[in-house]
């Protein structure tokens, strides 16, 4: 069975992702490798409608990978990704956190520097938070709040 990982940036989906299974699929790094340019690029380029339908098309091949996949915060952005993850047979687990902890973790994170991140006040970012929420909450089989949680914690009561 298919498990996505979900969740705004800095929830730790790629972590634990990681932790779950050492060959477990980035599915941002499976569109970069595709589409032969950074996301950010993309999106500038084309648009986030085009990105979303090249994302909605991974989506569904992926669906029936069997494996463990971390997919970008913005998922749920996308009505077909929305009706892709609900109707498919797939377990999809919510990384849920409050926003002051997330923006914490992305403040922190000189690795992975996020253009959405880069682009929007503290403020902006919240609302984008906001709005995604009861999208995430919507098409999860499975919440699992990570506030105040080490990985290895995590991965135990997703394994549950």
């Known amino acids: 069975m ?3 990982l979900i969740g705004f940036m800095g929830s730790g989906k790629s972590t634990v992702a990681n932790l779950l299974a050492t060959d477990f699929i980035d599915m941002d790094a499976v569109i970069v490798d595709n589409i032969g340019m950074p996301i950010s690029v993309y999106f500038e380029k084309y648009g986030e409608p085009a990105f979303r339908q090249v994302e909605s098309k991974f989506l569904k091949t992926l669906a029936l990978s069997g494996k463990i996949v971390s997919t970008g915060g913005g ?3 996308s009505k077909e990704n929305r009706r892709i993850l609900s109707e498919s047979t797939s377990q999809v687990i919510y990384l849920k956190s409050n926003f002051s902890d997330l923006y914490a973790r992305i403040m922190s994170d000189k690795e992975n520097v996020r253009p959405l991140f880069l682009e929007h006040t503290k403020e902006a970012l919240e ?3 906001e709005s995604r929420t009861t999208l995430y909450e919507m098409v999860a089989t499975k919440t ?4 105040d949680k080490r990985p290895e914690d995590i991965v135990k009561e997703i394994q549950l």
């Open 127 to 129: 609302v984008i938070y």
């Open 2 to 4: 298919t498990i996505f």
């Open 144 to 147: 699992v709040l990570v506030t």
């Open 75 to 77: 998922i749920v952005s």
